[in-house]
C-alpha cells in the first residue's frame, strides 16, 4: 500500500520560516511528479510549488524567490523550504504525488498539515 505523509507545519512570525516535509513509502516504482498545495480558510485549494522527474520545477507567482523545493529521490521525500512568511501563507498544505507501483498508476494525497503565520 502507497502512503504519503506530510509533516512540518507550525505557528511562525511574520518573516520567519517552516520546512515541510513529504514522504512517500509503499511499493512505489517511480514518481514522475510531487507538489504542494495549499488551501486557506474559505479559499479553493492552490498549486504551490512542484518538481516533475527530479528537476523540473515550477513556483506559483506568490511563493516565487521565497519557497524552494527540494528532493531527496533515495527516500522518495519532498521539502518544500518556506522563507519570508507572510501571514498571506496561512493555510493548510497538503503534499500530492503521481507516482507508479508495479502495475498501476496513481495520484495520491497526503494529509494536510498546518502553516500559520502570525504575530
Known amino acids: 500500500q502507497v502512503q504519503l505523509v506530510g509533516s512540518g507545519g507550525g505557528l511562525v512570525q511574520p518573516g520567519g520560516s517552516l520546512t515541510l516535509s513529504c514522504a512517500a513509502s509503499g511499493n512505489i516504482f517511480s514518481i514522475d511528479r510531487m507538489a504542494w498545495y495549499r488551501q486557506a480558510p474559505g479559499k479553493e485549494r492552490e498549486l504551490v510549488a512542484s518538481?516533475?522527474?527530479?528537476?523540473?520545477?515550477y513556483y506559483s507567482e506568490s511563493v516565487k524567490g521565497r519557497f524552494t523545493l527540494s528532493r531527496d529521490s533515495a527516500n522518495n521525500t519532498l521539502y518544500l523550504q518556506m522563507n519570508s512568511l507572510k501571514p498571506g501563507d496561512t493555510a493548510v498544505y497538503y503534499c500530492?504525488?503521481?507516482?507508479?507501483?508495479?502495475?498501476?498508476?496513481?495520484?495520491?494525497w497526503g494529509q494536510g498539515t498546518l502553516v500559520t503565520v502570525s504575530t
Open positions: 518538481i516533475i522527474g527530479g528537476r523540473s520545477t
Open positions: 500530492k504525488a503521481a507516482l507508479r507501483t508495479r502495475d498501476r498508476y496513481l495520484e495520491i
